[in-house]
């Protein structure tokens, strides 16, 4: 045999910065050291043993081959029924809601069907890590726009950054990682902004049922106008506490869900048929859902009580399970250290993991700012300030 048969191919990146991200890194480093992993977003309780029987019922009963292409209909008429009552927007869960692996795979699918080579889509920055390797990948260019210190939007900048070659905005409210949420002015200027130059908006609401204080959440959806032109995001496994199980769904009007679909059908085609019957079954009650909030401001603000003891600076949390935190004042002489240097150190020396909020960048940005996950049961949160305290 020639060698040459066994030489395997070199392959041009399509995405040659890419490497592991910085979430499975934490995690990995957490467990090695034994930290308290407030790293990677996900609980460290279990969901609702009630879902997990809803959803072993459905296997039981046979429910284990492919569902319909865009998702159980059980499911889909549940999903149009929350968003009326709680947005006041009308979908119809025949033609206007599919059912997704994750909202991962609903962002992607629909940056893919509406995007062609050469064409930009904006990014505010900080933003979650899926976003600009999606849009490259789409052969698109992402073009991001950073937040002001405060993490609120700078819509002067988003507008002067807009060209003719934009052709989608990517909006995430609640905001992963800086906990802000979309103010009624906000989604005015988005509307605004997305009418006047024909955008497609693609609005990730995962953490759509935690925010804080009495506030509403603010869905694109609930302006007409808006959800015209977007594909509004969210995810059952942030709502129900099952990240792994990566459900989500994605609700567009007909003529953009009809090509979205064309993409999904071919890249992911079904979804999960006993977990789709068992989340049917579970979100006729709405009480989980709006529940959730309050559990989670809870947690939250235990967090945050802790936290005021020590020097950290604390940055204002409306929304999500993730609180940013300022290490600059801290008695240590690290607190000089890179974002990723210092969370690193937090983590092997002090025994509590963090994100790096410079990983939330495409290009360098220091801000000396570490971001902490507080979907933990409380005594792993206690266990984490006790640590934490000591600086
Ligand atoms: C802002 C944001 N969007 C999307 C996702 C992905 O959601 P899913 O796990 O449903 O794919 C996450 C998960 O952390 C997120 O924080």
Same mark, same amino acid.
Not at 102 to 121: K, M, N, S, Y
Not at 188 to 211: F, K, N, P, T
């Given at each position: 045999m020639n060698d040459l048969t066994v030489m395997t191919p070199q392959l041009q990146s399509r995405l040659p910065r890419v490497g592991t991200t910085i979430f499975t890194i934490?995690?990995?480093?957490?467990?090695?050291?034994?930290?308290?992993?407030?790293?990677?977003?996900?609980?460290?309780?279990?969901?609702d043993p009630a879902l997990v029987d809803a959803v072993s019922q459905a296997m039981r009963a046979g429910f284990n081959q492919y569902p319909p292409m865009a998702g159980l209909a059980s499911l889909r008429q549940a999903i149009a029924k929350k968003i009326e009552n709680l947005y006041g927007a009308q979908y119809d869960w025949n033609t206007e809601i599919t059912i997704t692996a994750?909202?991962?795979?609903?962002?992607?699918?629909?940056?893919?069907?509406?995007?062609?080579?050469?064409?930009?889509?904006i990014v505010i920055e900080p933003?979650?890590?899926?976003?600009?390797?999606?849009?490259? $990948?789409?052969?698109?260019?992402?073009?991001?726009?950073?937040?002001?210190?405060?993490?609120?939007?700078?819509?002067?900048?988003?507008?002067?950054?807009i060209t003719p070659r934009t052709r989608a905005i990517l909006v995430n409210s609640p905001n992963n990682p800086s906990g802000r949420i979309?103010?009624?002015?906000?989604?005015?200027?988005?509307?605004?902004?997305?009418?006047?130059?024909?955008?497609?908006?693609?609005?990730?609401? $995962?953490?759509?049922?935690? $925010?804080?204080?009495?506030?509403?959440?603010?869905?694109?959806?609930?302006?007409?106008?808006?959800a015209a032109r977007s594909f509004v995001i969210s995810s059952f496994g942030k709502t129900?506490? $099952?990240?792994?199980?990566?459900?989500?769904?994605?609700?567009?009007?007909?003529?953009?869900?009809s090509e979205f679909r064309?993409?999904?059908?071919?890249?992911?085609?079904?979804?999960?048929?006993?977990?789709?019957?068992?989340?049917?079954?579970?979100l006729a009650d709405p009480l989980p859902y709006q529940n959730l909030a309050s559990f989670y401001q809870h947690k939250r603000d235990l967090f945050r009580t802790g936290l005021a003891n020590t020097r950290?600076?604390?940055?204002?949390?409306?929304?999500?399970?993730?609180?940013?935190?300022?290490?600059?004042?801290?008695?240590?002489?690290?607190?000089?250290?890179?974002?990723?240097?210092?969370?690193?150190?937090?983590t092997r020396e002090i025994g509590v993991a963090a994100i790096p909020l410079s990983s939330f960048y495409d290009q360098p940005h220091e801000q000396g700012v570490v971001r902490f996950c507080f979907a933990k049961k409380d005594e792993t949160l206690k266990l984490a300030l006790e640590r934490l305290s000591r600086l």
């Open positions: 934490m995690s990995a480093l957490a467990s090695e050291t034994g930290a308290v992993n407030l790293g990677q977003g996900f609980p460290d309780f279990d969901c994750g909202a991962t795979q609903a962002i992607f699918d629909a940056i893919l069907c509406c995007v062609r080579p050469g064409d930009e889509v933003a979650y890590d899926s976003y600009i390797p999606n849009i490259l $990948v789409a052969g698109a260019t992402p073009v991001t726009v950073a937040v002001d210190a405060d993490f609120n939007i700078r819509w002067d900048a988003v507008a002067a950054a979309l103010q009624d002015r906000d989604l005015a200027i988005l509307e605004s902004i997305a009418c006047e130059h024909d955008l497609i908006v693609i609005s990730d609401e $995962v953490y759509e049922h935690m $925010v804080y204080d009495g506030q509403p959440h603010r869905s694109a959806c609930r302006s007409p106008a808006l129900y506490h $099952v990240t792994g199980w990566k459900v989500a769904y994605c609700a567009a009007p007909a003529v953009l869900m064309k993409i999904h059908q071919f890249d992911t085609f079904t979804v999960n048929t006993p977990v789709q019957h068992g989340l049917a079954a579970y950290f600076g604390l940055r204002p949390c409306e929304g999500t399970y993730f609180q940013l935190v300022d290490y600059g004042d801290l008695a240590v002489p690290e607190r000089t250290l890179p974002e990723a240097q210092f969370a690193q150190w937090l």
